[in-house]
C-alpha cells in the first residue's frame, strides 16, 4: 500500500540551534532509499507504508537513543494502487498553473 508522509523530527529541549540533530535525521532517511525530499519544515517520504513507517522509526531513534526528547510529527496519504506522488502531485498542480 503506497504511502506518502511529510515527517518533522526535532529534538525538545537542546537549545534553539537544531541543525545539528536535524541533520542526523534527515541523513537516516536519505541512506534508507526511499524517494524523499526535504524542504525547511518537513522530509517527505514515499514507499510502502511498512517501509515507510520502519524509516520513520529508525530516524527517531536517532534522537531518542541519545536520550534526547523527541517530538514527531507526521501526515500521511495512503493511496493504494498509485506510485511516484512525491513528484506527480506537484506536477498536477504545475499543470493548472500553466
Known amino acids: 500500500m503506497n504511502t506518502l ?22 541523513r537516516v532517511i536519505r541512506e534508507s532509499g526511499l524517494p524523499n525530499r526535504t524542504n ?3 522530509t517527505e517520504i ?3 507504508w511498512d517501509e515507510v513507517m520502519r524509516v520513520v522509526k529508525d530516524a527517531t531513534l536517532v534522537l531518542v537513543n541519545k ?6 510529527t507526521l501526515k500521511a496519504d495512503i493511496r493504494p ?3 511516484g506522488m ?4 506537484i506536477k498536477k498542480v504545475n499543470e493548472r498553473l500553466g
Do not use: H
Request: a negative charge; zero cysteines; charged letters at 25%.
Open 5 to 26: 508522509i511529510a515527517l518533522a523530527i526535532a529534538p525538545v529541549g537542546t537549545g534553539s540551534e537544531l541543525a545539528d540533530e536535524v541533520s542526523e535525521v534527515i
Open 40 to 42: 525547511s519544515m518537513f
Open 46 to 48: 514515499e514507499g510502502e
Open 67 to 72: 536520550g534526547i526528547r523527541t517530538d514527531v
Open 81 to 83: 494502487g498509485f506510485t
Open 86 to 89: 512525491i513528484d506527480e502531485k
